[in-house]
């Protein structure tokens, strides 16, 4: 971070009319509900808070916020409940999860709508801040974190590499719906589009009219994407 963002973030002394954590490294631990509820929640303002950094995703920030937690999950719904404006006319705040430290502080998720579910996280401190857009508008909310234990679909490509028939498996511990997408590596769809499920996991897919080299196979699962490798070697 540049001198001025460090200054903000870090500034030991918050100025005794804005929350005290205004500034990162001042951020309110939060805890993790590990049983799906949000039973444990905390209460929190942004009422005279300043801003400390530019948006990652391009929006205007006004006021924020931060907070911290530890994870050990893969997944996380972080919610705002009880958003209440205290002044101005909008109401919207934004939510932004980071990880690292001041030097490396990469920015994870954002968004503005007031319920997130996360995926893909590792283990370790993670920084949250809640910010609105409008200068002229501060808002009072709760803010809870759901841990879920989500585990992801398992992915069976064989023979992999193969003369040109590949047999594809859908693993996952829940049901779901999946459409497979064969493309080149210029990210071009090369045979139409395969519909998957729960009911039918497994499909036989021929490429045997390609010429060798690597295909990906790109998997869309409830919402989801996830890219695999096949090797055509006839």
């Given at each position: 971070?540049?001198?001025?963002?460090?200054?903000?973030?870090?500034?030991?002394?918050?100025?005794?009319?804005?929350?005290?954590?205004?500034?990162?490294?001042?951020?309110?631990?939060?805890?993790?509900?590990?049983?799906?509820?949000?039973?444990?929640?905390?209460?929190?303002?942004?009422?005279?808070?300043?801003?400390?950094?530019?948006?990652?995703?391009?929006?205007?920030?006004?006021?924020?916020?931060?907070?911290?937690?530890?994870?050990?999950?893969?997944?996380?719904?972080?919610?705002?409940?009880?958003?209440?404006?205290?002044?101005?006319?909008?109401?919207?705040?934004?939510?932004?999860?980071?990880?690292?430290?001041?030097?490396?502080?990469?920015?994870?998720?954002?968004?503005?709508?007031?319920?997130?579910?996360?995926?893909?996280?590792?283990?370790?401190?993670?920084?949250?801040?809640?910010?609105?857009?409008?200068?002229?508008?501060?808002?009072?909310f709760d803010i809870c974190l759901?841990?879920?234990?989500?585990?992801?679909?398992?992915?069976?490509?064989?023979?992999?590499?193969?003369?040109?028939?590949?047999?594809?498996?859908?693993?996952?511990?829940?049901?779901?719906?999946?459409?497979?997408?064969?493309?080149?590596?210029?990210?071009?769809?090369?045979?139409?589009?395969?519909?998957?499920?729960?009911?039918?996991?497994?499909?036989?897919?021929?490429?045997?009219?390609?010429?060798?080299?690597?295909?990906?196979?790109?998997?869309?699962?409830?919402?989801?994407?996830?890219?695999?490798?096949?090797?055509?070697?006839?």
């Open positions: 971070l540049n001198t001025e963002r460090e200054s903000l973030i870090l500034d030991p002394s918050p100025s005794p009319n804005r929350p005290n954590n205004d500034i990162l490294s001042h951020a309110t631990v939060l805890e993790v509900n590990r049983d799906g509820s949000c039973r444990t929640f905390t209460s929190s303002t942004n009422l005279n808070a300043s801003q400390s950094m530019p948006s990652a995703i391009g929006l205007d920030v006004a006021r924020d916020v931060w907070f911290s937690f530890e994870n050990n999950a893969t997944a996380l719904i972080v919610k705002l409940n009880d958003v209440v404006s205290r002044g101005g006319h909008d109401s919207t705040l934004v939510i932004e999860l980071m990880k690292g430290d001041c030097d490396n502080l990469q920015t994870v998720y954002s968004s503005n709508s007031n319920e997130h579910l996360i995926y893909d996280l590792s283990v370790g401190t993670y920084f949250i801040r809640v910010y609105s857009k409008d200068e002229n508008a501060h808002q009072s759901q841990e879920l234990s989500i585990d992801k679909p398992e992915f069976e490509l064989y023979p992999n590499p193969s003369s040109g028939y590949f047999t594809v498996k859908i693993t996952a511990s829940a049901p779901f719906n999946a459409t497979l997408n064969v493309r080149n590596l210029l990210g071009q769809q090369i045979i139409d589009s395969i519909e998957m499920d729960h009911f039918f996991p497994t499909k036989e897919i021929d490429l045997s009219g390609l010429n060798n080299g690597v295909y990906i196979l790109e998997f869309n699962v409830d919402g989801e994407r996830f890219l695999e490798k096949v090797v055509l070697n006839k």
